[in-house]
């Protein structure tokens, strides 16, 4: 018994609706997450469910997960062209409180 050969789904550009870039990274620094969370604002912490600080953009609408060890998360961007973007903000961010 032959099983029935499986259509290709073909998809073109038009058809795709909705994108959702994410970008891992890391700093190679230590972060001391509590100090970051003392000195910016708008930050979630929640340090008993996950070791990372949470920072939400609007435009570019965006989360970033930020650990102790230096790596980030950014996710739910609509473009890659976006990431720049958002990489400056953190990076404004951050340095904002240590200059």
Known sequence: MSLPKKKLLKISNKDIVNI??????????KLDLDEINRKIENLEYYSEKLNALTIRYENPCSSVLI???????????????????VIKKIRKSLNANWN
């Open 20 to 29: 959702n870039v994410n970008l891992s990274f890391d700093i190679q620094h």
């Open 67 to 85: 650990f102790s060890t230096g790596k980030m998360i950014i996710t739910s961007l609509k473009k890659v062209s976006d990431i720049k973007k």
